[in-house]
């Protein structure tokens, strides 16, 4: 059993991040994957720049996606549900595997450092270690939940190290997940499960 099948965040938002596959589909693995490294299913997870929820979304990039404050609630309290997350972060997703035309890894570096420092960089994944810890985590992660036959022909999506999966834990520097650590996956998964939540 993983953690995914257990944890208690994750089995209370799984239907949202199930019908937010289905809409704008992404694979539900994926999703799991970017919710696990931007705030380890914390949904009141903000960052020190202001990213909020499951799926770190900022105000701008949540407004940008259908997250329209009214005169009870801001976007801020918004995104602080998961169902609204969720949905503005697939939709997000969405676009961008979309603009990259479903390269996963563009994708998953644009979700953390924008789509213009991927564009910037040429159409690859940015030179900074944040982003490139970021994928890195998101991919072993998105391998390890997918089941392999439908891995097939996705660009980065295999293991090339081979052997037991190594994952960085917390890519998302300052944006209210882990710290960054290279953790055998075993020990990312209990430090993810024994989090505090407070």
């Known amino acids: 059993m993983t953690y995914f099948e257990i944890s208690p965040g994750v089995k209370a938002v799984r239907h949202h991040v199930r019908e937010a596959s289905r809409s704008f589909q992404i694979d539900f693995e994926l999703l799991q994957a970017i919710i696990a490294t931007e705030s380890g299913f914390d949904p009141r ?53 979309g603009l990259f035309a479903g390269q996963v890894e563009l994708a998953v570096a644009a979700y953390n450092a924008g789509e213009g420092a991927v564009q910037r960089a040429g159409n690859r994944i940015p030179n900074f270690s944040e982003t490139q810890n970021y994928v890195k985590t998101v991919m072993q992660l998105y391998q ?11 660009r980065g999506a295999a293991n090339s190290a081979g052997g037991r999966v190594q994952m960085t834990i917390g890519g998302a520097v300052n944006r209210g997940a882990m710290p ?19």
């Open 45 to 97: 997870a903000v960052s020190p720049k202001g990213a909020i929820g499951l799926m770190q979304l900022m105000p701008a990039t949540a407004e940008r996606f259908g997250v329209v404050a009214d005169k009870k609630t801001s976007v801020e309290k918004k995104l602080a549900d998961p169902s609204i997350n969720i949905r503005a972060g697939s939709r997000y997703l969405n676009y961008l595997l």
């Open 144 to 154: 390890l939940l997918k089941p392999p036959a439908q891995l097939v022909g996705r």
């Open 180 to 198: 960054p650590t290279l953790l055998p996956l075993g020990s990312a998964l209990t430090l993810i499960a024994n989090r505090n939540y407070d």
